[in-house]
């Protein structure tokens, strides 16, 4: 029996990656947390690191993916704007058109077991 196979998206914008499964993971995990840090933690991700990746994300977009409210004594936290959720539903269905097209799962049936 073969291996399921599967798809990674990357929207490549010049030589980076303006929305692939990494960034998505980091919008669902800053939904779910409410807080870039927090979501980083959940990948290894130190919070500079988590910073420059939604920084990257806003910046590449028409407006902000992430909003961020600085710490303090009521606290500080991340949301996920509107159009970060517009992005991220907009990714996750062109993920979903992908894999049932009649192309990919030709392509699939052509494919060996995984080597590894």
């Not at 929207?11 to 979501?39: C, D, F």
């Not at 977009?61 to 606290?75: H, K, N, Q, T």
């Amino acid at each position: 029996m073969k291996d399921k196979v599967s798809c990674q998206l990357r929207i490549m914008v010049g030589k980076g990656i303006g929305m692939g499964p990494g960034k998505a993971a980091m919008l669902r995990a800053i939904q779910e947390t409410r807080s870039i840090n927090s979501a980083g933690k959940k990948f290894g991700m130190s919070y500079r690191r988590a910073w420059l990746l939604v920084e990257e994300m806003n910046n590449l977009f028409e407006g902000p993916l992430v909003i961020a409210r600085r710490g303090g004594s009521g606290g500080g936290g991340a949301e996920v704007t509107r159009l970060g959720e517009r992005v991220l539903k907009t990714y996750v269905d062109l993920e979903r058109l992908v894999v049932s097209a009649p192309e990919f799962r030709a392509l699939s049936r052509m494919l060996q077991r995984d080597p590894g």
